[in-house]
T-cell receptor
Framework: QQQVKQSPQSLIVQKGGISIINCAYE??????FPWYQQFPGKGPALLIA?????SEKKEGRFTISFNKSAKQFSLHIMDSQPGDSATYFC???????????FGKGTRLSVIA | KAGVTQTPRYLIKTRGQQVTLSCSPI?????VSWYQQTPGQGLQFLFE???????NKGNFPGRFSGRQFSNSRSEMNVSTLELGDSALYLC???????????????FGPGTRLTVL
């Protein structure tokens, strides 16, 4: 059972455009929602994370939007750059000593 | 501060063999988690060790095992390798100061295992 569903699988965006990746979850106990960025040959690196007490969090060009009632959260990358081309994973975890559950990833390509 | 290191980076084995992968966490981090990454299944949690004890376990067969040493370094072992075990194995460490897994996890570069 896939607990976090991520879409799209792949995304092509023009340089300067907005990249949007969506995730949906079922487990209402989840209370921590990070996004990871992975470049080829590297391990995933934390990009930005949110907790359900806020609906939006922004760090530079990266924004997480969170909709608790819809059980959805999304990553927006403003002014996308070729250097943003990577695979992005959403994840979620519930309180206590529980492991992260990852979405299957979105391969983003930003073309000039 | 040095990041998470994993050795070896690449490994080729044949079916039926066993393999041991090593992970050195960031200095001061007490929690080490292991994940299997494949194109079809994405990142799947294997197990987590905290203070030398397995604290969480994913849904993998008993052929997959691990341990953690007193210096927080961790190893995972896969016995009787199958073709389907070919994957990138990632290790992640966290401070786990609060005892919960919402601490940021820092990933190593992974070990690429190919089973022939």
């Amino acid at each position: 059972q896939q607990q976090v569903k991520q879409s799209p699988q792949s995304l092509i965006v023009q340089k300067g455009g907005i990249s949007i990746i969506n995730c949906a979850y079922e487990n209402t106990a989840f209370d921590y929602f990070p996004w990871y960025q992975q470049f080829p040959g590297k391990g995933p690196a934390l990009l930005i994370a949110i907790r359900p007490d806020v609906s939006e969090k922004k760090e530079g060009r990266f924004t997480i939007s969170f909709n608790k009632s819809a059980k959805q959260f999304s990553l927006h990358i403003m002014d996308s750059q070729p250097g943003d081309s990577a695979t992005y994973f959403c994840a979620a975890s519930s309180p206590g000593n529980t492991p992260l559950v990852f979405g299957k990833g979105t391969r983003l390509s930003v073309i000039a | 501060k040095a990041g998470v290191t994993q050795t070896p980076r690449y490994l080729i084995k044949t079916r039926g063999q066993q393999v041991t992968l090593s992970c050195s966490p960031i200095s001061g981090h007490r929690s080490v988690s292991w994940y299997q990454q494949t194109p079809g299944q994405g990142l799947q949690f294997l197990f987590e060790y905290f203070s030398e004890t397995q604290r969480n376990k994913g849904n993998f067969p008993g052929r997959f095992s691990g341990r953690q040493f007193s210096n927080s370094r961790s190893e995972m072992n896969v016995s009787t390798l199958e073709l389907g075990d070919s994957a990138l194995y990632l290790c992640a460490s966290s401070l786990a100061a609060s005892g919960g897994t919402t601490d940021t996890q820092y990933f190593g570069p992974g070990t690429r295992l190919t089973v022939l």
